[in-house]
């Protein structure tokens, strides 16, 4: 299964872009509000669907998007395209704040997205956003994980291990310096 990617943008659409990877190109389905163009250097988190007639690749530019697109193909009724209509419509902290708030007209307010199904949306994912199964400190690190990279990538480290232990970092680190020094400790011992 296919989970991330990085390349160079060959094409790019409104909805998708062709993404060569050492000489393969992938379609990979992307939000609306995202613009991409050719030999842009981009990666992203994918999330593979494949169904008896299609593998179909959807691409999001950090690991909270990402997991808030699976949750939301987790509500009966919303499949992927739906899902990626809910994804363009706000960043993944305005998605959960709809969610918490029960905001049922932010919902309704995408296209394709009926009263049943923003009703649902809200009903199915209201109790595991308030159980900490979406990581709400991801979420709120978005801006933050961009920084702590910036700082880690001129030694060396890639994003995704960058990412992966920024969203393990403990509360008593408050400054970006505390943090970057806790990445650099704990990047070791992974």
Not at 28 to 53: G, K, P, W
Not at 59 to 65: I, K, T
Not at 84 to 113: H, L, Q, R, W, Y
Not at 136 to 156: C, H, K, N, V
Request: some cysteine.
């Amino acid at each position: 299964m296919i989970s991330y990617l990085k390349g160079k943008v060959l094409i790019s659409f409104s909805d998708a872009i062709i993404l060569e990877n050492n000489g393969v190109g992938y379609k990979i389905t992307i939000q609306s509000d995202a613009s991409y163009r050719a030999d842009d250097n981009v990666e992203f988190y994918i999330h593979e669907h494949i169904r008896e007639d299609t593998d179909d690749l959807y691409g999001f530019r950090s690991f909270a998007e990402l997991e808030i697109f699976e949750r939301l193909l987790s509500v009966s009724g919303v499949g992927p395209k739906a899902a990626m209509a809910i994804m363009s419509s706000g960043k993944p902290g305005e998605i959960v704040d709809a969610i918490m708030t029960e905001n049922i007209a932010f919902f309704k307010a995408v296209s394709g997205i009926g009263s049943k199904v923003a009703a649902r949306v809200i009903l199915d994912l209201h109790g595991k956003v308030n159980s900490g199964n979406i990581s709400t400190s991801i979420l709120a690190r978005g801006q933050e994980s961009d920084d702590i990279f910036d700082a880690l990538s001129t030694l060396g480290y890639k994003k995704p291990e960058v990412e992966r232990i920024a969203a393990k970092l403990p509360t008593t680190c408050q400054t970006l310096e505390d943090k970057v020094r806790w990445c650099l400790k704990n990047l070791g011992r992974s």
